[in-house]
């Protein structure tokens, strides 16, 4: 991987490498990059056995990540989510179904995975629907979302064209 301007740093008790391999094997365009390990020295701070990964560079669809091992300190919440954007169901369904494995659903396309980290499984087409000049159909693509746990672009296409 080449050095990036930016990337977003996910915070892991000590699951780093295992969340790296879980992500990286449900997105096609995925790349694990450099990983770092914590050695002897800092152990009185980190608590983490000599070998045991720190730091994992990894890409997701073009975006630059980095896993951490930092320990119980802090823990994820849906404050921060990660958003994927699908132009078909099949996308949609893909992400959805590897993603909640073990996690979470939530309404509007948000979903919580095994480990704690946020998504949206989302239409690429939503941001058009809710920005639309009519507000009937702004309306009724917005009803349909809000009854939706995983998002569905047939009832979403039938809410927009008032179906």
């Not at 996910?10 to 997105?27: G, H, K, M, Q």
């Not at 045991?52 to 300190?73: D, Q």
């Not at 369904?93 to 993603?99: A, C, F, G, T």
């Not at 009519?134 to 309306?139: A, L, Y």
């Amino acid at each position: 991987m080449k050095k990036e301007e930016m990337a977003i740093c996910l915070w892991y008790d000590n699951r780093a490498e295992e969340a790296v391999n879980f992500y990286t094997s449900i997105f096609k365009d995925s790349e694990i990059g450099d990983t770092s390990r914590f050695g002897k020295e800092g152990f009185e701070h980190h608590g983490m056995p000599e070998g045991t990964v720190m730091a994992m560079n990894f890409r997701l669809n073009k975006f630059n990540f980095i896993a951490l091992n930092g320990g119980p300190i802090f823990k994820f919440n849906e404050a921060v989510s990660i958003v994927i954007y699908c132009d078909t169901q099949e996308e949609i369904d893909h992400y959805w179904y590897k993603l909640t494995e073990d996690g979470e659903e939530g309404p509007c396309g948000w979903l919580k995975d095994k480990f704690g980290v946020s998504w949206q499984v989302t239409p690429t087409l939503l941001n058009t629907y809710l920005t639309d000049k009519d507000p009937i159909k702004r309306s009724r693509v917005s009803t349909a979302m809000f009854k939706m746990f995983k998002m569905d672009i047939a009832k979403m296409n039938q809410a927009y064209n008032g179906e």
